[in-house]
């Protein structure tokens, strides 16, 4: 099964979470609010049986960081 990947990216206004197994993205004021709750999905994702990854992006969208989160099974 492929990692589930969760992208932390600016968008006008904000930034926005978004879930290859989540339908609609999660839109955050604060960048760090955003990291935060990323972070937290895919901590969840892994105690579901998911791997996980997060990317998080800086302001020009480049990829400043990764998180994995591994299955718990």
Do not use: N
């Not at 990947?5 to 600016?10: K, Y």
């Not at 999905?41 to 990854?53: E, I, N, P, S, V």
Request: charged share 20%; hydrophobic share 40%; net charge negative.
């Amino acid at each position: 099964m492929d990692d589930a990947i969760i992208s932390v990216i600016p968008v006008d206004g904000g930034w926005s979470v978004l879930c290859s197994v989540v339908g609609q993205p999660l839109m955050f004021l604060s960048g760090s609010r955003a990291e935060q709750e990323a972070r937290s999905l895919g901590k969840c994702l892994a105690t579901l049986g998911h791997d996980a990854q997060v990317q998080v992006h800086d302001r020009r969208k480049t990829l400043i960081g990764t998180v994995r989160y591994f299955s718990s099974d």
